[in-house]
């Protein structure tokens, strides 16, 4: 069996691949270099599939090895191939070689501060990326689905890190080769829950309580969402700062206008229950077309509750990526901050409803939900005006439009994906229409 | 009864005295009550009783304006009373520490009196007076509702005194070497008959200076390191906690190189925990304990759930006030009595669930713990008595006249025992729950046991896990002999969590209680299921193989 059949078979059962839909009859696969040759030997591979490319670590050995089963791609040349981040023989390398700062074959390992030789661990439970732990220290993150370079998420880490914010962890080491940003290496975050797991704890407290309001249980999360408006809005400010910001010209507004207008049609073609409310929502989107000139800037791009890290020391940002399902471009593209917060207050919404879509006490707990919501979207747009110094209420119309523009994109996803959620963003669009 | 140490590894227990148990049948609780109670305390396993004030004083501030440091209130007895606890106490292994107030005394201490009286006089520079109100202006008023200044003026001396708490209770002059030196001969008073220790009342107080907010004041500490050496030098394993209401990383400066106080209470410590409870989320608790310095080895902190006091929350920074009003001054069952003036069961809602909960986290976290008496029963309180006084009702002996606390016509009572169907005496007492093996107080008995039994729970080191799920604390105690994990589900509902003990790969959780195995560590996440508010103290065991 060759690499490329046994990785056309391996790939399409992968979390992070992202054409699952479509059968995968071959791949293409580019060694790009060897990492750490030797027997194991660490070989990175670039597969091409379908239109994507995705970087593929691999760990060559001469015997199968029974604890790494379960990384096992499969046999190739004679050779046992396997997952390598998965592999604690190979795993090292990637810390080994920031901290050498070593060229291999074109990639360029950066990392003029860490400390290399401490124990990896891949970290489970990940979506679109691969992470390994290093100690108790560093956090990598390896790319799997590769974009042209540079990627926001090394970018605006580096340039955050770069004036000192607060609001999330520097980049402390990157490698970049195939005209991509392979792998990025921040302070592992210790002791840290994201916003969405602890979001649930409020939610859950509040649903059994029943007859106490959002503001009344011991679970309230609305100093938390709070705090963590004053920390979204710290980050734009620091954005703003660290990277290209200005006003938009009308001409911009416009054709935000006609974007968001685009997007409805390709959603209300893909989504028939859509449909009812397509006339509202492009009501909605006309005032936008007239908004003129609004400051825009980079900003998070795909902005929610489990983007947040809750610390013992407070809140944290992290995943600078941006939709990932969007073109680098658009990624990158300066954009009005108010989107991020649209996502958080979107996010607040789903937090509130989603244990509902199969519970008993449905109909009881929705009046429970929507007041747990507004009561946290509110919280979040006070703690982001405390610092600052305009509520994002204020802009309405923008508003108002994006956070319509994130529900659209959700009832696509939940159409696709889970359709038992699709009432979340649906009531979500009724009520933003109403 | 040489341990140097010994506060590091002991369970206190506060006593109101007035409170506890009334000998000799006036209504009120006495010396020879807490002496004639020393076995039940001995069983409950009790290393060191706190007392509160026991001196002279015309109790306009429960004692704590004391008129005269070398007697013994009557109402409590007199100091062959107070030998004899001490040695009947010391006889059963417990030791015995009393409140002391250095900062100021009674304004009818005879000290004051011949100060105001002959400014000439050797007693004429013992306390703080001016001849206008204008000093020390950055000073804040700590007593806010009764006071309007730091000075009064008094018309027998013609000049202004100063005082940080009530104007009956004028602040001594420790710029004077006189006044240094009979408070350090007050405490060798006490110590010679035997005391194990104080608690220092107020201690950031003692000196002042233009300019400054008059608390933490370098003098103050100096004078603290010279007490300290003065008691170490005489006496062995005495002890000196300090009571100073602020923020840890300002208490901490009362430990000093560890020749200053011996203990400091950790004030923020408890709210969290209520907090984190009703938040369902351990941040609150993790918030406090990471800004919580290292301290010196030999010293170590005070932890308690609920005291004598209300919670306080004057003495904290601005920013930390702001977080606990929105965090918990909103919860309406808080603002039912502004501040926390309640017992820990009515605090709880008499759930045994978080009774538990919250007194496993008391008797694991990093410090000593500081049991209020009647909380190890699960007392009530009685909102209507106004200050204070709502926690300070007689200890509930029996289901008998008065709970068992005195013989006296219950009109006499210093206040009226509980009657109430949940908390009164009828159906919450020793004897009852003596008598009942899954009683609360059993509960805290068996754990208390099972606290002393791991000393690294008083001597290790404390290092908070990373846990999969933030309704669950988990956190380890460890030293090089031992290593005990706690485990403390927050939430009311059962909850998973994976645990990262890699480190200990190839250790058996040996459940402490029941001395229950749990499976291997491994080197994958440790998965545990934790039951509504529910914890677990495992000991990790190493097995050679």
């Known amino acids: 069996m060759s690499i490329e059949a046994a990785l056309a078979d391996w790939l399409p059962r992968q979390r992070w691949y992202a054409d699952k839909g479509r059968a995968l009859p071959s791949v293409k696969a580019e060694l790009v270099a060897t990492l750490q040759p030797g027997s194991p030997r660490l070989d990175l591979y670039v597969v091409h599939a379908h239109d994507d490319r995705y970087q593929v670590p691999l760990s060559f050995r001469a015997e199968a090895d029974e604890q790494l089963a379960h990384a096992m791609v499969g046999e190739a040349d004679g050779e046992f191939v396997y997952d390598a981040p998965q592999d604690p023989a190979v795993n090292g390398a990637w810390l080994r070689l920031m901290a050498a700062g070593e060229s291999v074959a074109g990639v360029v390992f950066t990392g003029p501060d860490v400390v290399p030789d401490l124990p990896a661990r891949p970290l489970s439970a990940e979506q679109s990326n691969t992470s390994l732990i290093y100690g108790d220290t560093y956090f990598l993150k390896l790319y799997r689905r590769l974009t042209d370079s540079p990627n926001p998420d090394l970018e605006v880490a580096r340039a955050l890190g770069e004036i000192g914010s607060a609001a999330t962890v520097p980049a402390l080491g990157w490698a970049e080769g195939a005209g991509s940003t392979l792998a990025l290496m921040q302070p592992f975050v210790r002791n840290a829950t994201d916003g969405w797991a602890l979001a649930l704890t409020s939610v859950r407290d509040l649903y059994a309580e029943r007859d106490l309001h959002a503001d009344e249980v011991g679970g309230d999360f609305a100093p938390e969402s709070h705090r963590l408006g004053h920390l979204t809005a710290t980050l734009h400010a620091d954005l703003a700062r660290a990277l290209p910001a200005r006003l938009s010209t009308a001409e911009e507004s416009v054709g935000t206008a006609q974007m968001l207008r685009d997007r409805l049609a390709a959603g209300v073609a893909a989504v028939p229950e859509l449909a009812p409310y397509a006339a509202a929502v492009e009501a909605a989107y006309t005032d936008v077309a007239d908004c003129g000139e609004v400051p825009i800037q980079r900003i998070h791009g795909d902005f929610h509750l489990g983007q947040c890290m809750r610390t013992g020391e407070g809140w944290v940002v992290l995943d600078f990526e941006g939709e990932p399902a969007r073109p680098l471009p658009e990624r990158t593209a300066l954009m009005s901050p108010l989107r991020d917060v649209a996502g958080m207050l979107r996010s607040f919404d789903y937090a509130a409803r989603h244990l509902l879509a199969d519970h008993p006490g449905r109909d009881q707990l929705i009046y429970r939900a929507v007041e747990w919501a507004d009561r946290n979207r509110d919280a979040f747009c006070d703690g982001y005006a405390s610092f600052a110094g305009v509520d994002p209420r204020e802009s309405a119309t923008l508003l108002r439009a994006f956070e319509l523009d994130k529900a659209v994109y959700e009832v696509r996803y939940e159409a696709s994906h889970r359709p038992t959620w699709l009432s979340i963003p649906l009531s979500g669009i009724e009520r933003l229409v109403s | ?545």
């Open chain 2, 1 to 545: 009864m040489a341990d140097p140490l010994w506060y590091k590894r002991a369970v206190f227990y506060e006593v109101l005295i007035r409170g506890f148990y009334d000998s000799n049948g006036d209504g009120t609780g006495d010396i020879r009550g807490i002496t004639e109670k020393l076995d039940y305390l001995q069983w409950l396993g009790v290393d060191c009783i706190w007392l509160l004030p026991i001196y002279e004083s015309p109790l306009r501030d429960g004692g704590y304006d004391i008129s005269d440091f070398l007697k013994i209130l009557p109402e409590f007895g007199d100091l062959g009373d107070f030998v004899n606890l001490v040695d009947a106490a010391h006889e059963r292994g417990i030791r015995i520490v009393a409140d002391l107030v250095m900062n100021h005394t009674s304004d009818q201490h005879p000290w004051f009196q011949a100060s105001r009286s002959d400014p000439e006089g050797f007693y004429g520079d013992w306390y703080v007076w001016r001849n206008d109100d204008t000093e020390y202006s950055d000073a804040r008023i700590i007593f806010v509702d009764t006071e309007k200044s730091n000075w009064t003026y008094d018309p027998v001396r013609g000049q202004y005194y100063w005082h940080r708490f009530f104007s009956h209770q004028p602040d001594l002059n420790y710029e004077n070497p006189a006044v240094q030196d009979a408070m350090i001969e007050v405490l060798r008073f006490w110590l010679d008959l035997g005391i194990d220790g104080f608690r220092l009342d107020a201690v950031p107080y003692l000196y002042e200076a233009e300019g400054s907010n008059g608390e933490n004041l370098p003098p103050t500490h100096d004078y603290l390191k010279r007490v300290r050496k003065e008691v170490d030098e005489k006496y062995e394993a005495r002890v000196l906690l300090a009571e100073a209401n602020q923020w840890p990383s300002d208490v901490v400066e009362y430990f000093g190189k560890g020749d200053e106080c011996h203990m400091a209470f950790h004030f923020p410590l408890m709210p969290r925990i209520f907090m984190a409870a009703r938040r369902e989320q351990r941040y609150p608790i993790s918030e406090i304990l990471a800004q919580t310095p290292a301290i010196p080895d030999n010293c170590q902190w005070g932890i308690f759930l609920r005291n004598h006091d209300e919670l306080t929350l004057e003495m904290v920074t601005d920013e930390e006030r702001d977080y606990m009003y929105t965090e918990y001054a909103k919860d309406p069952r808080m603002k039912a009595n502004i501040g926390i003036r309640r017992r820990l069961a009515p605090l709880l809602d008499n759930s045994r669930d978080l009774l538990e909960l919250f007194t496993t986290l008391l008797l694991s976290l990093p410090g000593s713990p500081v049991l209020y008496y009647g909380d190890e029963i699960g007392m009530g309180d009685n909102i209507y008595l106004g200050d204070r006084d709502g926690v300070r009702t007689p200890m509930q002996w029996t289901g008998d006249r008065n709970g068992g606390f005195s013989r006296c016509d219950p009109a006499r009572l210093y206040l009226p025992v509980l009657l109430d169907p949940v908390y009164g005496h009828q159906a919450v007492n020793v004897e009852a729950e003596m008598r009942n093996s899954t009683s609360l107080l059993w509960w805290t008995k068996r754990m208390i046991e099972v606290r002393k039994q791991y000393p690294v729970f008083g001597m290790g080191r404390f290092e908070e896990l990373d846990a999969s799920n933030p309704s669950v604390f988990a956190f380890l105690r460890s030293d090089e002999h031992q290593t005990v994990l706690c485990v403390n589900n927050l939430s009311r509902f059962p909850q998973p969590v994976e645990l990262d003990l890699r480190r200990f790969e190839g250790s058996t959780p040996v459940e402490v209680v029941g001395r229950v195995h749990f499976p291997r560590v491994g080197e994958l996440p440790y998965l545990l299921t934790m039951a509504g508010h529910g914890s677990y103290w495992f000991e990790l065991i190493r097995e050679e193989t």
